[in-house]
């Protein structure tokens, strides 16, 4: 589904104010599943952090409003990273402390990206913040407890434990027990206290299980069998449908394997116009959708 087909089956249901303002969080959004788009590895990252936030500001018992904010500033938290050189974003090896000096900017740059924007004050705090810690060692501005806003707090556990569950250029991703058992370690310093005591509660009853490995509902994460990223695939794909390695333009074609299809190597590679970032415009306008009332955008 198109956001134009979305929206245009919408707008004689709400208010045109509240479809504009729909339209335009939704092209924040689609912004940043391009900015995603550009690292291989990281495919699915930004809706399982949206997913795991919005649980976990349910769990702590945050009123809809603040838990639809804090969902979508999980899903645009990385922004910033479209200013990231894509050699440090695709390097294979362990980042160097230079390299990761320049990672650690992406918050300022999403900041200035999202300055002067209407949306700005919903999801700033994520986008500026998620990465600071409570014992004053995280970055950009080396806040310390209660002065890190709680979208901040809980997009940065939730970002965290994605990166550790998940597979990187010089590591497999770790088991979810591994990775609660490092939040556990280090509540207090690197994540707030007590939005992690929750975060653990929600892995230790399996409830995050059909979100960690799965790039949308449903749909498992699947690797290039060339190079090892993340082929991403879309609610509406069907069988026969190609798909590509953004890494190494390996062609997959997508066949029948219950519960969900299974991309197959061909054996041929993709032209430019077939490994060009095309967003997910379903999951993006059930993200908005999601969000939309507790927002006040509708009527």
Partial sequence: MSLFSFFGRRSTQLPQQSVNDEKMLASLLVMAWVVEARDPYTGGHLWRVSRFSRMLAERSGLGPEDVARISIGGFLHDLGKVGIPDAILGKKEKLTDEEYEVVKTHPEVGRRMLAGH????????????????????????????????????????????????????????????????????????????????????????????????HTDEGIPLQECLMCGPTIVMQRDSVAGDHVYCRACGSEYQLEEAAPALHPVLTGRRGNASALEAKPDHDLIARSVSESARALHFAA
């Fill in 118 to 213: 209407p949306f700005s004050g919903l999801v700033m705090d994520a986008v500026y913040m998620h990465h600071e810690t409570p014992d004053g060692r995280g970055y950009p501005r080396g806040l310390t407890q209660h002065d890190i806003p709680a979208a901040a707090r809980i997009v940065g556990i939730c970002d965290a434990f994605d990166a550790m569950t998940s597979n990187r250029p010089y590591r497999r991703g770790m088991p979810v027990e591994k990775a609660l058992g490092i939040i556990s370690e280090n509540l207090g310093r690197q994540f707030d206290a007590r939005f992690g005591e929750q975060f653990i509660q929600l892995g230790e009853s399996a409830e995050l299980h059909h979100i960690v490995g």
